[in-house]
């Protein structure tokens, strides 16, 4: 391309041929295959530790459960609702209400809630760090929240505390804090892993809920850790569904509507839920008293109720098996349905220490249970059955709560180990999901951070940087100005070709990058105009890129020498300039690109294409008629 010489024999032109270019020095940025293995290990590392801290937990859930109901030092499994405490077992949760108010108080107030908003927040305001603390208070207060009565789920906690332990490891080793955000959802992940036994899903969880991206550096940590907790918990716990059922057999075409039904009824229960549960926060939050004391009084509504329906206490799994049996009257089912949610909600709302899942899962699957009796009793010829409901239910219920779509319906196959139920699931997850995504802004997830101004993303779409290409939005009407000319003769240059940028690449006289000079500097009151322009220029690293690479890395490239504009070379011809990539043309090949996709437009025009087959016919009928 020719150069431009202005009459004071500046060489200043839009585009150079040959422009020389010094690979940088400077380490690229792109996550180094190296670098994943060290994460790896350390997911891995992380998962063993929870695996063993699942156990743990469990075992002093147990304990606690047998020191309070039964009076016994044991580690085995036992109800709460077998007790014989007669009307002393109001104040059972009470007292674990009080000593989990005395931990959040003394020792740290994040122990309170069900964990996964608390680790969502920490990854989206604080570069996913969590005091080292909660590893270990996390576990104890839920232990006694729980053993005490509590309606929670040992998930939830686990999960928590597998995320502070990820997060403790990634604040001990110099990692970044996108690494840290991957080694805590690791930890969070195998968690649940490990007490479940269902590694898909706590990826999918991880997806979903705690790294808001899918690629292959937060995938394969992630995957490896549940890959661990799952075998965490065939070693420690058992082997087989952990949510045993009778096996379900191929649903007909009129079952799958009716399970689909079932499905978006669902998610209208789960918006009302989500709504109940935070407006007893708030009510709360209104009461006159230290928050100290909140869950003292959860507890004692957890006991009264507790008092009359024994099997809202605790845990609840062994609720769960009986649901999905299929083989509970609707009187036990619907009060259990509507009790365990009461009580949950106040407990939860208290601002205890517990999870959101089982609780979940039990009122889901109560309500499918009822749902589908009532079908059945109306119309015994849908083939439905209670216990395909009852999974229904349970899987849709934490679909349209806490909108982890995919999930719910993993989760649902892995806990049961019932393939046949996969259409039904996906029909009833999608329907609740899509009732809970039109209707309800936040979910029982993110309502608390987002109370707090903090905004949780909502979609994993590709990185639109990394799809489109320099060559796609390159300028070719950017100058390239030569270092051998004084400030003065630049000046004079642009008094006649007024430039609209900040920034200019500068060259020697054999077309090498010599870095960048901004326009403010040349136009300097204190600079001396008759000096050389290498008295001004930014050197920095000597870096370019090339027209196939993606804006992304450019994007990266820029920050990382902190220039505004970079050459740009040919992929063919590594020594061929073919343009100048600036920051604007980034910033409107992306605004190009939301307006490509927020435009409504017709590309095929029915009405344009009958003219067409008009206009054909008559050209056919008048090549017959000429034919003649």
């Not at 063993?48 to 459960?65: E, G, P, Q, R």
């Not at 009470?94 to 959040?104: E, K, P, S, T, Y």
């Not at 597998?162 to 969070?188: D, P």
């Not at 230290?290 to 509504?301: D, F, R, S, T």
Request: charged share 15%.
């Amino acid at each position: 391309m020719k150069n431009t010489d202005t009459p004071n024999g500046i060489p200043i032109s839009p585009l150079l041929n040959d422009l020389e270019t010094a690979e940088g020095n400077v380490k690229p940025s792109f996550f180094l295959k190296g670098r994943l293995i060290t994460i790896c290990v350390y997911a891995v590392m992380v998962a063993m530790a929870i695996s063993l801290i699942a156990k743990v937990l469990v075992s002093l859930i147990n304990l606690v459960t047998n020191i309070s109901f039964f009076g016994s030092f044991s580690l085995g499994f036992h109800s709460p609702a077998a007790n014989h405490l007669g009307v002393w077992v109001i104040f059972i949760p009470a007292i674990g209400g009080i000593l989990v108010g005395f931990m959040a108080l003394y020792g740290s107030k994040a122990i309170r809630g069900h964990g996964i908003p608390e680790a969502m927040e920490q990854i989206l305001v604080n570069e996913s760090n969590i005091k080292p603390s909660i590893t270990l208070l996390k576990p104890i207060s839920s232990a006694i929240a729980i053993g005490t009565g509590g309606p929670f789920g040992a998930e939830g906690p686990i999960i928590a505390t597998g995320g502070a332990l990820g997060s403790t490891l990634g604040q001990l080793f110099k990692v970044t804090a996108n690494e840290r955000k991957i080694i805590l959802a690791a930890g969070a992940t195998a968690g649940m892993s490990a007490i479940f036994g269902t590694p898909i899903a706590g990826i999918f969880l991880a997806i979903e809920l705690l790294l808001f991206e899918f690629s292959p550096r937060s995938i394969l940590p992630v995957a490896l850790a549940c890959i661990t907790g799952a075998a965490g918990h065939h070693l420690l716990f058992e082997s087989g569904p952990v949510l045993p059922m009778p096996t379900l057999a191929i649903p007909s075409n009129l079952a799958l509507g009716i399970y689909s039904f079932i499905g978006i009824f669902t998610g209208f229960l789960s918006l009302g839920i989500t709504k109940i549960v935070y407006w007893i926060e708030d009510a709360f939050e209104k009461l006159p008293i230290h928050w100290m004391w909140w869950p003292a009084i959860g507890g004692l509504a957890v006991g009264v109720i507790g008092f009359y329906a024994p099997h809202t206490l605790g845990v609840g799994y062994d609720n769960i098996k009986d649901i999905l049996s299929g083989t509970w009257p609707l009187t036990l089912i619907f009060s259990l349905c509507f009790l365990k949610f009461l009580s949950w909600a106040i407990a939860l709302g208290s601002g205890t220490s517990g999870g959101t899942l089982a609780p979940l899962l039990t009122i889901g699957g109560a309500a499918g249970s009822i749902i589908g009796m009532l079908i059945l009793r109306q119309f015994p010829a849908s083939g439905i059955t209670i216990p395909m409901a009852a999974l229904i239910g349970m899987s849709a219920m934490f679909a349209g709560a806490s909108r982890a779509y995919l999930t719910s319906i993993v989760f649902a196959l892995e806990a049961t180990m019932q393939s046949h139920a996969l259409l039904p699931l996906l029909g009833a997850c999608t329907g609740a999901y899509m009732v809970s995504f039109f209707l309800m802004e936040n979910t029982i997830m993110t309502e608390k951070i987002a109370r707090r101004g903090i905004f949780t993303p909502d979609s994993f779409e590709p990185d639109v940087l990394q799809k489109m290409t320099v060559s796609q939005v390159i300028s070719e009407e950017e100058t390239v100005i030569n270092i051998d000319n004084s400030i003065r003769e630049v000046r004079d240059w642009l008094r006649k070709n007024p430039a609209n940028t900040n920034y200019f690449i500068v060259v020697n006289n054999a077309g090498e990058y010599n870095g960048t000079v901004k326009l403010a500097d040349i136009y300097d009151n204190q600079a001396d105009i008759d000096s050389p322009l290498e008295k001004i220029i930014n050197k920095g690293a000597s870096l370019s890129v090339y027209s196939s690479d993606s804006l992304r890395k450019a994007v990266e490239t820029m920050s990382k020498i902190g220039v505004e504009v970079l050459p740009v070379l040919e992929s063919a011809n590594k020594r061929a300039v073919i343009g100048v990539l600036s920051y604007k043309d980034i910033i409107n090949a992306y605004k190009w690109h939301i307006e490509k996709n927020e435009f409504a437009h017709v590309k095929i025009s029915l009405k344009r294409q009958r003219m067409k087959m008009l206009i054909r016919g008559r050209k056919l009928i008048d090549f017959n008629d000429g034919s003649k």
